[in-house]
């Protein structure tokens, strides 16, 4: 399986754009790059996913590098409630959905 | 957005007794579901795939008999923690696969499962 990398923990500002990196430069071209976060003690909540082009949503842009070796995840205004988990996932179409949870990047905000 | 219901979202057991815990697909049919563990300060584990009408696909490691997964319809997806033990005290969530080309899952909010 492909892997991701992720560094460990980031600080932020709140109020201040975040960008989380992300390294996958053993992806295949079919595989899409889905971005989960986590909080305390809840299940993760989808964030944005995409393949090729860069994505925005109401939470998030995705931004993917032209080589699909690294994308990055944006939050534009960070807030104390975006304190979570950041998961950079490969969603390889061949294991019938299945995702495989890398440590994740842990997000403070500062106030 | 889908929306992953877990029932019970928290559970204290004494140990030797079993644990059911269901996962519902609240707006979506799922035809897969996904079963994690979670541990203090660790990332989610995937324990097994759950897929309607059919037996569940394990991860290696995950004894099949302990952790009993039934499908039966395609909103409902149920693990039993058969024989619980304190070692099996864990943060329990499911994940309901929404299909499309992306396959974007959709996680519930977890169980939290204690044995005394």
């Known amino acids: 399986d492909a892997k991701t990398t992720q560094p460990n923990s980031m600080e932020s500002n709140e109020e201040e754009p975040v960008h989380l990196p992300c390294n996958h430069s053993?992806?295949?071209?079919?595989?899409?790059i889905h971005w989960y976060r986590q909080l305390p003690s809840q299940g993760p909540e989808y964030v944005i996913h995409?393949?090729?082009s860069n994505v925005n949503n109401r939470m998030a842009s995705l931004a993917i590098a032209e080589d699909r070796k690294s994308s990055t995840l944006i939050l534009h205004r960070a807030t104390l409630r975006d304190a979570a988990v950041y998961y950079c996932?490969?969603?390889?179409?061949?294991?019938?959905?299945?995702?495989?949870f890398g440590q994740g990047t842990t997000l403070q905000v500062k106030p | 957005g889908a929306v992953v219901s877990q029932h019970p979202s928290w559970v204290i057991c004494k140990s030797g007794t079993s644990v059911k815990i269901e996962c519902r697909s609240l707006d979506f049919q799922a035809t897969t579901m996904f079963w994690y563990r979670q541990f203090p300060k660790q990332s989610l584990m995937l324990m097994a795939t759950?897929?309607?009408?059919?037996?569940?696909?394990?991860e290696q490691g995950v004894e099949k008999d302990k952790f009993l997964i039934n499908h039966a319809s395609l909103t409902l997806s149920t693990l039993t923690v058969t024989s619980a033990h304190p070692e099996d005290s864990s943060f329990y969530i499911c994940s309901a696969l929404a299909g499309g080309p992306a396959d974007t899952q959709y996680f519930g909010p977890g169980t939290r499962l204690t044995v005394l």
């Open positions: 995409g393949l090729t």
């Open positions: 759950s897929n309607e009408g059919s037996k569940a696909t394990y």
């Open positions: 053993t992806i295949s071209g079919t595989d899409y």
């Open positions: 996932i490969l969603r390889l179409p061949s294991n019938t959905g299945k995702l495989i």
